[in-house]
C-alpha cells in the first residue's frame, strides 16, 4: 500500500515567494495532519481536516499560512509570502478514525528560505 | 493541556545491548494512547509502539517495549539487543482519547547506536 505522499520533498526559495507544500493521504484515511518541525519548536500540529474539512487550525502561526483539502486524496498546506523563519520541514500525516489509529507520515518536505 | 517531556537529549548504547529512553506525561483525562515514534536520519517518521492508557498491560512490538506506568504518567521505551539500524531521534507523543485530538510529541531523543 501506499504510505502518505508529500511533494516536493525540498523546496528552496527566495522570501517574499509563494510555497505551496502537497500532501495525499493514505486512501481510506479519514484524517489529515499538517506538522511543522524546527530545532527550536520540535514538531509542532499546525492543522487538522476530518472529512475535508478543517477541525483545528490553532496551531497555525500567522494569516501568511493557508490549508486547504478539496478532497479526500488531497490538500495543500501555501505559505504567501514566505519568510526565512519558516524554513523547516513540514509534515503531512493522515489515519483512520483518528482516536483509534495511528497517525502515519509522510517523507516530510524540507523548505528553505532565502 | 497536555505535555510531554524527554528528560534525554541524546543516548548512546553498543550493538546486541539493552537502553531504555524515558518519557513522562502530564494530563488530567484518563483515557488516552500513548506513541513511540523513530525518525532515522532519513527524516521519516516510523511509528515504533503505541499503548493504550486503558490497557494495564505494557505493549511489545519484538525487540520493543514499553514500561507505562499510569499513576506516574511515565511511559519508557525499552530496546533489546540494539541494532546499528535503531540509530535515530525517537519522540514520545501523547494523544487524548477525545473527539478533537491532537498529537502532542516530546522533544526527543537522540540515539546512537555504536559497534
Known amino acids: 500500500d501506499a504510505g502518505v505522499i508529500q511533494s516536493p520533498r525540498h523546496e528552496v526559495t527566495e522570501m517574499g515567494q509563494e510555497v505551496t507544500l502537497r500532501c495525499k493521504p493514505i486512501?481510506?484515511?479519514?484524517?489529515l495532519f499538517w506538522y511543522r518541525q524546527t530545532m527550536m519548536r520540535g514538531l509542532e500540529l499546525l492543522i487538522y481536516?476530518?472529512?475535508?474539512?478543517?477541525?483545528?487550525d490553532s496551531g497555525m502561526p500567522e494569516d501568511r499560512f493557508s490549508a486547504k483539502m478539496p478532497n479526500a486524496s488531497f490538500s495543500t498546506l501555501k505559505i504567501q509570502p514566505s519568510e526565512p523563519r519558516d524554513s523547516a520541514v513540514y509534515f503531512c500525516?493522515?489515519?483512520?478514525?483518528?482516536?483509534?489509529?495511528?497517525?502515519?507520515f509522510g517523507d516530510g518536505t524540507r523548505l528553505s528560505i532565502l | 493541556a497536555q505535555t510531554v517531556t524527554q528528560s534525554q537529549p541524546e543516548m548512546s548504547v553498543q550493538e546486541a545491548e539493552t537502553v531504555t529512553l524515558s518519557c513522562t506525561y502530564d494530563?488530567?483525562?484518563?483515557?488516552?494512547?500513548l506513541f513511540w515514534y523513530k525518525q532515522p536520519p532519513s527524516r521519516q517518521m516510523i511509528l515504533v509502539i503505541r499503548?493504550?492508557?486503558?490497557?494495564?498491560q505494557n505493549a511489545t512490538e519484538n525487540r520493543f517495549s514499553v514500561n507505562f506506568q499510569k499513576a506516574a504518567k511515565s511511559f519508557s521505551l525499552k530496546i533489546s539487543d540494539s541494532q546499528l539500524g535503531d540509530t535515530a531521534m525517537y519522540f514520545c507523543?501523547?494523544?487524548?482519547?477525545?473527539?478533537?485530538?491532537?498529537?502532542?510529541f516530546g522533544t526527543g531523543t537522540r540515539l546512537q547506536v555504536t559497534l
Open positions: 500525516a493522515s489515519s483512520f478514525r483518528q482516536t483509534n489509529q495511528p497517525q502515519h
Open positions: 486512501s481510506g484515511h479519514d484524517y
Open positions: 481536516f476530518n472529512n475535508n474539512v478543517p477541525i483545528d
Open positions: 494530563t488530567s483525562e484518563s483515557n488516552y494512547y
Open positions: 499503548q493504550e492508557a486503558y490497557k494495564q
Open positions: 507523543a501523547f494523544m487524548s482519547a477525545g473527539t478533537a485530538s491532537k498529537l502532542t
